[in-house]
T-cell receptor, first 112, second 112 residues
Framework: ETGVTQSPTHLIKTRGQQVTLRCSSQ?????VSWYQQALGQGPQFIFQ???????GRGNFPPRFSGLQFPNYSSELNVNALELDDSALYLC???????????FGPGTRLTVL | GEDVEQSLFLSVREGDSSVINCTYT??????LYWYKQEPGAGLQLLTY?????DMKQDQRLTVLLNKKDKHLSLRIADTQTGDSAIYFC????????????FGTGTQLKVEL
């Protein structure tokens, strides 16, 4: 059974650019959640997708947006990057919207 | 919103027991989780406890929940050097897209 995978593993962007991060959920999982983990902090919830619909959002501005595809993989898009967006972005999948979440290895984003 | 607090650092000798503590504010948290994060990696789900339970044991791990004081602890028996990592507790509430609210993490260092 393949776990949660994310791509790319590392990314460097400059301020003002746009970025797309990708996540493949674990087999049989229909829910994907995205989290931002700044250095030395715990992960912060960005949003969750359940069966291709947004199912809750944390305290992040609209320039953070997402998609979930029919195969339940997901994308996180961030527009107009700011220096404070530098963080580890974690994707978690679960077999339902209310089940335990299994995390991928993350994408390390650096904004210069 | 939910607030979750943890002590930042814990050092133990190999073979001793480790106890990592967590306090949370949201009494509606239905599930409470413990995750482990090794350097440069994503989060590994260790165990969880439902809010109507007081204790859960899973091999070397024991979770204790005191709902009155909103206090959660994770005990690791016979701590090994491979247990060195950052440990996060997280609560899942009843709304907001099934989001997990994480503490800031406790860094466990196991010394020989």
């Amino acid at each position: 059974e393949t776990g949660v995978t994310q791509s790319p593993t590392h990314l460097i962007k400059t301020r003002g650019q746009q970025v797309t991060l990708r996540c493949s959920s674990q087999s049989g999982h229909n829910t994907v959640s995205w989290y931002q983990q700044a250095l030395g902090q715990g992960p912060q919830f960005i949003f969750q997708y359940y069966r291709e619909e947004e199912n809750g959002r944390g305290n992040f501005p609209p320039r953070f947006s997402g998609l979930q595809f029919p195969n339940y993989s997901s994308e996180l898009n961030v527009n107009a990057l700011e220096l404070d967006d530098s963080a580890l972005y974690l994707c978690a999948s679960s077999p339902g919207a209310t089940n335990e979440q299994f995390f991928g290895p993350g994408t390390r984003l650096t904004v210069l | 919103g939910e607030d979750v607090e943890q002590s930042l650092f814990l050092s133990v000798r190999e073979g001793d027991s480790s106890v990592i503590n967590c306090t949370y504010t949201d009494s509606s948290s239905t599930y409470l989780y413990w995750y482990k994060q090794e350097p440069g990696a994503g989060l590994q789900l260790l165990t969880y406890i439902f809010s109507n339970m007081d204790m859960k044991q899973d091999q070397r791990l024991t979770v204790l929940l005191n709902k009155k004081d909103k206090h959660l602890s994770l005990r690791i028996a016979d701590t090994q050097t491979g247990d060195s990592a950052i440990y996060f507790c997280a609560g899942r509430g009843t709304g907001g897209g099934n989001k997990l609210t994480f503490g800031t993490g406790t860094q466990l260092k196991v010394e020989l």
